[in-house]
């Protein structure tokens, strides 16, 4: 059984830019979560996704989007990216109605 | 914004020793889980205590938990060279519509020397 997992693991953008990262659930679980982790912090909650629909929303702004397909997997954007935006972003899924989360192996963002 | 405030940022100890990370959360919870890190890569889920309960084991973690403080505490006894890694706690609350939403602290990052 395979768990959560992302892509790319790298990806290097430059100010302005946009970027899509992709996550597959782990097999059940059909809620996703999104979180970024900078530098030496902890993670911050983006959004959360079920039955295709943005759930619950972080502080972040609107540049940050997501979408769920039928398949439960997920996609998070980020539109005129900032230096500030460089940060390890972490898919998280769970079977609704469950308070564990399951973390995948996160993609590393560089904005230069 | 992050709830939860580990306590130390960094702990050094000698292969063998015992390590007690410590977190204080602000908001009451649901339930409060830690989790560990290794080099930026994803979190891994360690253990888990509920809100109705004081203290949990799992292998060599020891979990406690005081609602009435607010805080809970990580021992890893007995630590390895394979232990190093950035230890987190996350308070877990529910935010409706049978969501729950779980808040980070920074982190203890955690170095055992062989």
């Known amino acids: 059984d395979a768990g959560v997992t992302q892509s790319p693991t790298h990806l290097i953008k430059t100010r302005g830019q946009q970027v899509t990262l992709r996550c597959s659930p782990k097999?059940?679980?059909?809620?996703v979560s999104w979180y970024q982790q900078a530098l030496g912090q902890g993670p911050q909650f983006i959004f959360q996704?079920?039955?295709?629909?943005?759930?619950q929303r972080g502080n972040f702004p609107d540049r940050f989007s997501g979408h769920q397909f039928p398949n439960y997997s997920s996609e998070l954007n980020v539109n005129a990216l900032l230096l500030g935006d460089s940060a390890l972003y972490l898919c998280a899924s769970s079977p609704t109605g469950t308070d564990t989360q399951y973390f995948g192996p996160g993609t590393r963002l560089t904005v230069l | 914004s992050q709830q939860g405030e580990e306590d130390p940022q960094a702990l050094s100890i000698q292969e063998g020793e015992n390590a007690t990370m410590n977190c204080s959360y602000k908001?009451?919870?649901?339930?409060l889980q830690w989790y560990r890190q290794n080099s930026g890569r994803g979190l891994v889920h360690l253990i888990l205590i509920r809100s109705n309960e004081r203290e949990k084991h799992s292998g060599r973690l020891r979990v406690t938990l005081d609602t009435s403080k607010k805080s809970s505490s990580l021992l890893i006894t007995a630590s390895r060279a394979a232990d190093t890694a950035s230890y987190f706690c996350?308070?877990?609350?529910?935010?409706?519509?049978?969501?729950?939403?779980?808040?980070f602290g920074k982190g203890t990052k955690l170095s055992v020397i062989p």
């Open positions: 996704y079920y039955e295709e629909e943005e759930r």
């Open positions: 996350a308070t877990v609350a529910p935010s409706g519509a049978g969501s729950y939403q779980l808040t």
């Open positions: 097999s059940g679980h059909d809620t």
């Open positions: 908001t009451s919870i649901n339930n």
